[in-house]
């Protein structure tokens, strides 16, 4: 299907947008970044530029010298607002302990999140970074960006903040780091209607939905990871700006179960591609494996020499549930044992792919807190169809919402509420019966309990009763 | 729509925090309106927002809700 935005847009043309010159954006030589200093002494924050890897430290100092060299009325914030960045920084290594405030209210008028409100408690010391707010900015699907586009954001927030960004958070959207409380409303004027940008989630809110690259590039993908990201977002924009969640909420969209962004991990909602018929197996693709005229992975791992390839040792062998055997000379797949963990299509992407009739799993609770308490996701519903509008999936979505808003605490994922009721419970509100898939040991792990009106009977049969077919 | 409004309202001048958390906002909603939804609790909520009489606030990782004008305000 091809796209159709939810309303006309417009393409994005630097030229016509642009705020800054080439002269103004390439304004420093490599020779005078080499001697230049910033203005507060840091040894402890330049020992991070040192060692292989790149260095925000360093990045920061470049930034640092560009916006010294800008004329004074091309910023709307304070110039040295990267240098009093890492002097506070430094300052923070010293006290081992950190100077920012957080939170607060700031925003954007109607919205609730999208905008992380920050100050620094030595305003006196560093001025610049007195206020040092951060906007979350709606990745594109896929994050699929034009020069043009990543131009005009530049430009916009080196004009009306720091110019420091985060490409991305770990949610996926743009972060722009650092500016000042009147600067908020311009940018987001600007966002919204000159580049046709809106703010990400934060705070209680749906967070922004992310997806992966999907059908754009990959064959992989068993549904439209883009389209429907783009759809949910679009409908839920009510539960993305304004909070009314006991905690933050994830949707993930993955387009296979190689799981691209981590939807199993860190998504409270992971859809996840699957399929519900065969893996397509082409036998002459496996003979060229087996024969080395195909490289395995790809050629992902082809810098060194591994060997010939081995079937049995690296594909068979290695399936998770056993399901697969040679039989004369031919690849066999028990499909019904085959658990989707993908490594063998990742081997052999020429013989091996996934089935035609697909669909979406649905996994429920995994969070990724930073502190403790990291969870992986349930897996809740085995397969879906899903379809543009995705009436199906919207009802699932509503119906979750709705006993988590109800009955959530304060501050609690829905991977704690489900702990905290049984899983029992959950399928109960979603209206789903309970399937082995969703146990761990089903045969020796006493999960689901079962109710009285399930069994014939009820709980007043008597025991005399059982005794006279079961002797003790 | 206007009960449920009157009812956030004095929720909010007269709760013991300044700011407060969707759900303790939609109890005492309840507590007055028995039967109000979540969905039609937080629309109510969204107009207030609108009207300026409501505020949101951040915590940083959590958002609340507040009364314009009481306890911390915009230049903190």
């Known amino acids: ?472 | 729509m206007e009960d449920i409004k009157k009812a956030i309202l004095d929720f909010a001048e007269n709760s013991k925090k300044t700011k407060f958390y969707f759900s303790d906002m939609e109890k005492a909603v309840r507590k007055v309106i028995p039967d109000a939804k979540a969905r039609a609790v937080k629309k109510a909520a969204t107009e207030l927002i609108n009207e300026e009489k409501l505020i949101f606030f951040s915590t940083g990782s959590t958002s609340m809700y507040g009364l314009k004008g009481r306890g911390q305000t915009e230049d903190h």
Request: hydrophobic content about 35%; proline content about 6%.
């Open chain 1, 1 to 472: 299907m091809a796209f159709e935005p939810r309303e006309p847009q417009k393409e994005l043309k630097y030229d016509e947008l642009r705020i800054y010159t080439d002269e103004e954006l390439n304004n420093y030589t490599e020779e005078e970044l080499k001697d230049f200093k910033i203005k507060h002494d840091i040894p402890d924050v330049e020992e991070l530029e040192k060692g292989p890897w790149p260095s925000f430290v360093a990045d920061a100092k470049r930034e640092a010298l560009h916006r010294r060299k800008l004329a004074e009325d091309r910023m709307l914030i304070e110039r040295d607002v990267v240098e009093d960045l890492l002097g506070q920084l430094q300052v923070s290594f010293d006290d081992g302990e950190t100077h920012w405030k957080h939170g607060g209210i700031v925003g954007v008028f109607g919205y609730g999140g999208g905008v992380i409100g920050r100050y620094s408690d030595l305003q006196e010391k560093f001025p610049s970074i007195a206020h040092f707010h951060t906007l979350r900015v709606n990745q594109p699907a896929s994050k699929f960006y034009s020069t043009d586009y990543l131009r005009c954001i530049c430009d916009l927030w080196e004009y009306r903040g720091s110019g420091l960004m985060n490409m991305h958070g770990s949610t996926g959207d743009i972060i722009f780091l650092g500016t000042f409380t009147e600067q908020l409303e311009p940018i987001f004027y600007e966002l919204g209607h000159v580049l046709q940008q809106d703010l990400g989630g934060s705070g209680s809110n749906l967070r922004t939905p992310s997806c992966c690259i999907g059908r754009a590039r990959c064959e992989w993908a068993c549904f439209d990871t883009q389209d429907m990201c783009y759809e949910l977002t679009h409908y839920y924009q009510d539960e993305l700006h304004r909070p009314a969640f006991p905690y933050k909420f994830k949707f993930k969209f993955d387009g296979c179960p190689n799981c691209c962004v981590a939807s199993i991990a860190r998504a409270d909602m992971s859809f996840i591609g699957t399929w519900r018929d065969e893996i397509r197996i082409d036998q002459e693709a496996v003979q060229a494996y087996i024969n080395g005229e195909i490289q395995p992975n790809a050629g992902a791992h082809a810098g060194k020499d591994w060997g010939k390839f081995d079937i049995e040792k690296e594909v068979i062998n290695l399936c998770p549930t056993q399901c697969m055997w040679m039989e004369d000379g031919k690849l066999m797949i028990d499909n019904k044992e085959c658990t989707r963990c993908m490594h063998c299509i990742n081997v052999m992407p020429r013989a091996l792919r996934p089935g035609v009739d697909t669909g979406v799993s649905i996994l429920f609770g995994a969070k990724a807190p930073i502190l403790e308490g990291a969870q992986m996701s349930l897996l809740t519903v085995p397969f879906m169809k899903v379809e543009h509008p995705y009436d199906n999936v919207k009802e699932l979505i509503e119906k979750v919402w709705d006993w988590w808003m109800e009955e959530g605490k304060n501050r609690e994922r829905l991977g704690e509420l489900i702990q905290r009721w049984g899983v029992p419970k959950f399928l109960e509100v979603i209206g789903l019966p309970p399937m082995p898939q969703m146990v761990k040991e089903p045969r020796s792990n006493p999960y689901i309990f079962w109710k009285e009106e399930d069994v014939p009977g009820g709980w007043k049969r008597t025991i005399e009763d059982y005794r006279k077919r079961h002797v003790r």
